[in-house]
Nanobody, 124 residues
Framework: QVQLVESGGGLVQTGGSLRLSCAAS????????MGWFRQAPGKDRESVAA????????GYANSVKGRFTISRDNAKNTMYLQMNSLKPEDTAVYYC?????????????????WGQGTQVTVSS
């Protein structure tokens, strides 16, 4: 089992930036892919971005391509999500998740461990 703790959420104006972090413990960090998901009020949880165990492969939702960057530091057991040019529609609770495999996936069913979530609010 992997334990995950997110940080870095907050309130930001349209066009601003935030950097989310996800600290992991419990398994060898580089042995599993990871991802960021978000859930807005009244909506289903959706994949935002994912990264392979090595960090060599990444994938993004179309809605965030070119604005968000996922990365990981395997020496620090930490994953990041750099969010630029934020829009009000990015407002949601953001969750990090650890996959059951080293290979990249954005399907929620591929992830077995989840963090508690961090709120991101973008004001217009």
């Amino acid at each position: 089992q992997v334990q995950l703790v997110e940080s870095g959420g907050g309130l930001v104006q349209t066009g601003g930036s935030l950097r989310l972090s996800c600290a992991a413990s419990g398994r060898t960090f580089s042995s599993y892919a990871m991802g960021w998901f978000r859930q807005a009020p009244g909506k289903d949880r959706e994949s935002v971005a994912a990264i392979s165990g090595s960090g060599g492969s990444t994938g993004y939702a179309n809605s965030v391509k070119g604005r968000f960057t996922i990365s990981r530091d395997n020496a620090k057991n930490t994953m990041y999500l750099q969010m630029n040019s934020l829009k009000p529609e990015d407002t949601a609770v953001y969750y990090c998740a650890a996959a059951n495999s080293i290979f990249i996936s954005r399907a929620p069913t591929a992830f077995g461990s989840w963090g508690q979530g961090t709120q991101v609010t973008v004001s217009s």
